[in-house]
């Protein structure tokens, strides 16, 4: 056994010639050692040692296979610290350099007697037995320069020499410096004077510089140096304060913001008391900051109605929004944040209080609400409105009279749009008149409007309400230079006595008023059974679509979508169109309710998808420029169908770019926005944009839409029409203008048809546009025209 070990000595063998290895490890057994393998190669030596860690190696220097001791040797010394003894035939000055290099404990000349290796053996454990003693030495002043985070810096006659605290990957780069002067350039400037002052005339070094390591990181460190000149020596102790350096300069630029932020913000004591306030605060509040020292937010900031409790809750964090109150006695809301600043215990020491107004935002949000109770251009209720009165719990009895203008379409054709909002507007004001103040006037959207009778007393009492709209309705309207006169159709459905819930009437009523327009229009009908069996339009509609699908009577026309201020397209809609061999050109408002009814709209939708895609990929092969085309999906479509495969099969069949693609959805989808919030969520991870198509005509909220993720919102061309002339209109495209810029969404503006709109809406910040004053629908073949021109 070796002295410096209470066990045998394990030994690992890496020899070639399998008779010489068999021989030494019969030697080595004889003598009390273990051996714990043998290699005959470079990779199988460095395998096996890290496999058995031996206590030492023999090393044979030419290996199996061309591999070389000497590397392995190398190996085994950096990666694992195994004292290697070379065996070897070989004492030639050139093969003993190349030996020296792995600095081996032992080199024998083959053959050898075995009590000559006995007590090389012996010899290199010794010496490894006194150098691990050495390295334990070394060890514990490094760990002691390491817990005060240091590193020794020692230069005589020039020379480096660098030890304990590891300062990062690229100080170590440092260590590698052979002397002062290459120590100094990776110095500033006035760091390298310095020490040029220590070294040239014995100046003491203290001071805190930046290390540029070439191609790394900079580091900020802290030098204490000193010359002895008795021994010329330097010496001196290095610390990484990258840390600390940092922490300060973010302590700066947080006193920068802290003064320059827009946000009102305060600091607290453990007691809620104000110790400072930013120059934010004062703007905002009125309040200098030396009337409000010592004093708690809730003694002056917080609104409070006549008999409240002065106290607040002040437990952090706290968040939400609050009423607060300026010195001058007015109030306004604000969104407000309280957090703790926690101590070495864990216990609060400071808080933070910061808040800021949030009045314009609330602004647009109530005008934002109105609108979602509201039709913009009649001032009527909307859909929502009539909602809540369907809903209304112990709702007793109800009458609904569903209002569909006869030939308004040609009034829009042949006058203008302006002139047919005009009429609407005339129209609502003469239902107004006549209803009662209980009952609720709806504008459903176009033409349709719906009229809620509360609590009738038979169905007299409302067949003659609707009698009296009818007169009143077709009284002349001077429109253009002339009288225009409208006449309507009106069906009219009773809760309980026709159908068994209020959620029926609307449908009950619309049956109805098909009836009335079969008879001739220009008159009233009440709801009866046979109505619903015999909607002989719908079904007419509904058969007309699934032959139109398979005969070739759908395509896309597409309307452009320009950069108000250069002309330059931007993208373009689809649109479906549907050309029945009887009926001519069919409205999409006729047919596409009537497909998301009975479930067509997923057949047609894929259809559409289909043609989109494909377009679009051929303009992008020529060239086109044409940045994104904007396809309609239906909320039915995400229902029934698998949207996202659909398009993404689309874009990879037809090599389109994910982002060339924006899908627009209306409002509807509101309704579900828990249930679609994960595909549309994954339809946006896939690369495609998502618009809001109609919006303020639906079911939208600013809670909704700030949880759902849309990139777009497209404001309604009911929005535009009276904005030259009303500052309300423009009041209320500003708001949503600006509620899109806070949220981050992208703005466009549909049904744009003059120019001094075009003019109003650049003033108030638009920048996307389409409607008939720049381009109609037009077929595929002739936007190609279009955009080859541009």
């Given at each position: ?360 935002i609330r602004n647009a949000q109530h005008k934002l609400q109105h609108l979602a109770l509201h039709d913009t251009l009649t001032g009527l209720g909307n859909r929502v409105a009539m909602q809540d009165v369907l809903d209304a719990p112990g709702l007793r009895s109800l009458g609904l009279l569903f209002i569909d203008l006869d030939g308004f379409k040609f009034i829009n054709d042949s006058l203008g749009h302006d002139c047919g909002d005009e009429l609407l507007k005339v129209l609502a004001v003469r239902l107004i008149s006549i209803l009662r103040s209980d009952d609720v006037a709806v504008r459903l959207g176009g033409d349709e ?313 650049l003033a108030l910040g638009a920048v996307e546009a389409q409607g008939w004053l720049y381009h109609r629908a037009m077929p595929a073949e002739e936007l190609l025209r279009l955009l080859r021109a541009h």
């Amino acid at each position: 056994m070796m002295a410096s070990l209470d066990r045998p000595l394990r030994v690992q063998i890496v020899e070639d010639e399998r008779i010489v290895a068999f021989d030494l490890r019969s030697g080595l057994e004889q003598l009390g050692h273990e051996v714990v393998g043998i290699a005959s190669s470079e990779q199988e030596a460095l395998r096996l040692a890290l496999r058995e860690t031996p206590d030492l190696v023999l090393m044979d220097i030419h290996l199996d296979q061309g591999s070389d001791g000497v590397a392995a040797a190398c190996e085994l010394r950096e990666q694992l610290a195994i004292p290697v003894i070379f065996l070897t035939a070989y004492g030639e000055t050139e093969t003993l350099r190349r030996a020296a290099q792995a600095a081996p404990y032992g080199y024998l000349l083959k053959p050898f007697e075995l009590r000559e290796l006995n007590a090389t053996l012996h010899m290199a454990m010794a010496r490894r037995s006194e150098e691990r003693k050495t390295e334990a030495a070394e060890r514990r002043l490094l760990l002691a320069l390491e817990s005060a985070q240091l590193a020794v810096l020692e230069s005589q006659g020039g020379q480096l020499r660098w030890g304990g605290h590891q300062l990062g990957q690229e100080f170590r780069a440092l260590t590698q410096a052979a002397s002062m002067v290459e120590l100094q350039q990776h110095l500033e400037p006035p760091a390298q004077r310095a020490l040029q002052a220590l070294l040239e005339h014995g100046i003491p070094l203290d001071l805190t510089c930046r290390w540029l390591a070439p191609g790394g990181a900079a580091r900020w460190l802290e030098i204490h140096a000193r010359r002895f000149e008795h021994e010329q020596l330097v010496m001196g102790m290095v610390r990484d304060v990258t840390a600390r350096v940092e922490g300060e300069t973010r302590l700066r630029q947080a006193v920068a913001a802290f003064d320059a932020t827009d946000e009102a913000i305060m600091f607290l004591d453990a007691q809620h008391r104000v110790l400072s306030c930013n120059p934010a605060f004062t703007a905002l509040t009125g309040w200098p900051e030396s009337q409000v020292l010592g004093l708690r937010p809730a003694e002056f900031l917080y609104a409070r109605r006549h008999g409240d409790h002065p106290d607040r809750k002040e437990e952090a964090p706290r968040h939400g929004e609050v009423s607060c109150m300026r010195r001058d006695g007015s109030t306004f809301p604000a969104l407000e944040h309280l957090s703790a600043v926690l101590d070495e215990q864990g216990l609060p020491g400071h808080h933070v209080l910061s808040f800021s107004d949030i009045s314009e935002i609330r602004n647009a949000q109530h005008k934002l609400q109105h609108l979602a109770l509201h039709d913009t251009l009649t001032g009527l209720g909307n859909r929502v409105a009539m909602q809540d009165v369907l809903d209304a719990p112990g709702l007793r009895s109800l009458g609904l009279l569903f209002i569909d203008l006869d030939g308004f379409k040609f009034i829009n054709d042949s006058l203008g749009h302006d002139c047919g909002d005009e009429l609407l507007k005339v129209l609502a004001v003469r239902l107004i008149s006549i209803l009662r103040s209980d009952d609720v006037a709806v504008r459903l959207g176009g033409d349709e409007f719906v009229v809620l009778m509360r609590h009738p007393r038979s169905a007299h009492d409302a067949l003659q309400l609707a009698e009296k709209l009818l007169q009143a309705l077709a009284q002349p309207v001077p429109l253009a230079a002339q009288p225009v006169a409208v006449t309507a159709s009106i069906g009219v459905a009773l809760f309980p006595e026709q159908v068994d819930s209020p959620q029926s009437l609307l449908r009950a009523a619309d049956a109805a008023m098909y009836e009335a327009k079969a008879r001739g229009r220009n008159r009233v009908a009440l709801y009866a059974q046979a109505h619903a069996d015999g909607a002989s339009e719908q079904l007419r509609i509904e058969q007309g679509l699934r032959l139109a699908m398979q005969a070739g009577q759908l395509s896309l026309h597409w309307q452009p979508m320009l950069e108000m201020g250069s002309g330059r397209i931007l993208g373009a809609e689809a649109l479906l169109r549907w050309q029945h061999p009887q009926l001519g050109q069919v409205a999409p408002q006729r047919f596409i309710p009537v497909a998301e009814a009975n479930g067509m709209i997923c057949a047609i939708g894929a259809w559409v998808m289909e043609q989109a895609c494909a377009q679009a990929a051929a303009w992008r092969a020529q060239g086109l420029g044409l940045v994104r085309v904007a396809v309609n999906v239906s909320v039915r479509q995400f229902e029934q169908d698998d949207v996202l495969g659909l398009v993404r099969h689309c874009l990879q069949r037809h090599a389109l770019p994910a982002q060339c693609l924006e899908l627009e959805l209306t409002e509807s989808l509101f309704a579900q926005s828990a249930t679609l919030r994960g595909s549309l969520q994954a339809l946006r991870d896939l690369g495609v944009r998502l618009a809001l198509d109609d919006f303020g005509t639906g079911f939208s909220s600013l809670g909704q839409i700030v949880s759902l993720p849309i990139d777009r919102i497209k404001i309604d061309r009911s929005f535009v029409i009276e904005l030259v002339d009303s500052h309300h209109s423009r009041a209320v495209v500003k708001s949503i203008i600006m509620l899109a810029q806070t949220l981050g969404m992208e703005i466009t503006v549909e049904g744009v048809e003059t120019l001094e709109q075009h003019d109003v809406l650049l003033a108030l910040g638009a920048v996307e546009a389409q409607g008939w004053l720049y381009h109609r629908a037009m077929p595929a073949e002739e936007l190609l025209r279009l955009l080859r021109a541009h």
